[in-house]
T-cell receptor, first 112, second 114 residues
Framework: GNSVTQMEGPVTLSEEAFLTINCTYT??????LFWYVQYPGEGLQLLLK?????DKGSNKGFEATYRKETTSFHLEKGSVQVSDSAVYFC???????????FGGGTRLMVKP | AAGVIQSPRHLIKEKRETATLKCYPI?????VYWYQQGPGQDPQFLIS???????DKGSIPDRFSAQQFSDYHSELNMSSLELGDSALYFC?????????????FGPGTRLLVL
């Protein structure tokens, strides 16, 4: 079956530091890949997505590139802010209308 | 833009009671999904509906049932509640008829079973 593995947190960074959260996946075929963010006490918000190999998703300074050769979709941001503190979930869907399979989530804490 | 609406936002129940959670998808979206997120856990898929028909089933207990109505809203019915049912329940919707598979999530219903 499908699975998503993320680096365990928490990840603690100082403001303006570079962020990488690793995500690798196992799936048949060509899944679509997503990053969702969950701020404290809130629901899941779509951060970015990529639907085919070599696609780069980007939003709010965050980027992730769909790497089929390494089955990875690592999340990066060049300069984090305190307001980026949240839990980040990597997820995949193997077809439109199918369930999302989530990774375990990575908590990011950014200190001033 | 309109988002997914869930009600209630918070719910407290006793063991063995029943609960009904409601979800109103984004207008014109044709697919609704339910997920359960336990404390400190990632969301787990429960069930989904496409055009009012059940389309996929995940780890949903037999004590739970769900349906999608003619106006596309969905309800998750939970009976004989157990302490372990305490979780955040998310509804998501998507428009797969147009080929878009992005799921948009509601704010969740936080259920506490005492």
């Amino acid at each position: 079956g499908n699975s998503v593995t993320q680096m365990e947190g928490p990840v603690t960074l100082s403001e303006e530091a570079f962020l990488t959260i690793n995500c690798t996946y196992t799936a048949t075929g060509y899944p679509s890949l997503f990053w969702y963010v969950q701020y404290p006490g809130e629901g899941l918000q779509l951060l970015l997505k990529a639907t085919k190999a070599d696609d780069k998703g980007s939003n709010k300074g965050f980027e992730a590139t769909y790497r089929k050769e390494t089955t990875s979709f690592h999340l990066e941001k060049g300069s984090v802010q305190v307001s980026d503190s949240a839990v980040y979930f990597c997820a995949l869907s193997d077809n439109a209308g199918n369930m999302l399979t989530f990774g375990g989530g990575t908590r990011l804490m950014v200190k001033p | 833009a309109a988002g997914v609406i869930q009600s209630p936002r918070h719910l407290i129940k006793e063991k063995r009671e029943t609960a009904t959670l409601k979800c109103y998808p984004i207008p014109r979206h044709d697919t609704v999904y339910w997920y359960q997120q336990g404390p400190g856990q990632d969301p787990q898929f429960l069930i989904s509906f496409y055009e009012k028909m059940q389309s996929d089933k995940g780890s949903i207990p037999d004590r739970f049932s769900a349906q999608q109505f003619s106006d596309y809203h969905s309800e998750l019915n939970m009976s004989s509640l157990e302490l372990g049912d305490s979780a955040l329940y998310f509804c998501a919707s998507s428009l797969i008829k147009s080929g878009q598979e992005t799921q948009y999530f509601g704010p969740g219903t936080r259920l506490l079973v005492l």
